[in-house]
């Protein structure tokens, strides 16, 4: 009769018996799961790490690219200001300049709001679709 020993992973080997005691299956099978789980923390740390990694450069530059759009913008509204106020004078023009930011915040505000109900009307619940449709959301 061979002795049923476990392979390398420091468990005490089980006793020589036709049946193995159970508490020890169990010890070692516990033991097997926190060492898996140990080696799947470690796995999942350096697989995000590296994503972190990869994603830090372009969001530095997109972080950089909006400051600069947001300072342009500044520059853009005291030009249009000043330029606007040299017809109808400074406070005049900047108070077009305000307008004109406002009524081009709603048109942006009302093209989303189209692009929203058109999104609504394209979601299809699993009992509006043909019974034998795969890509049918689930209820």
């Known amino acids: 009769m061979a002795e049923n020993v476990s392979q390398g992973h420091g468990h005490a080997p089980l006793p020589p018996s036709e049946e193995p005691d159970i508490a020890a299956l ?7 799961l926190r060492i898996w789980i140990e080696a799947q923390k470690t796995y999942v740390g350096a697989e995000i790490s590296a994503r972190v990694e ?6 530095i530059s997109f972080g950089a690219a909006a400051l600069i759009a ?15 106020g040299e017809l109808v004078g400074i406070p005049l023009g900047f108070l077009a300049a305000g307008v004109l930011y406002l009524g081009l915040a709603y048109l942006l505000f009302l093209w989303g709001k ?21 890509w049918a959301p689930e209820s």
């Not at 169990?26 to 097997?32: G, L, M, S, T």
């Not at 990869?54 to 969001?59: N, R, S």
Request: proline share 4%; glycine share 4%.
């Open 54 to 59: 990869l994603a830090m450069q372009p969001a």
């Open 26 to 32: 169990v010890a070692r099978a516990k033991d097997d």
């Open 114 to 134: 189209s692009r929203m109900r058109r999104m609504k009307r394209i979601q299809v619940s699993r009992r509006d679709a043909r019974p034998d449709a795969d």
């Open 70 to 84: 947001f300072l342009a913008s500044i520059a853009l509204t005291m030009a249009v200001g000043f330029g606007l």
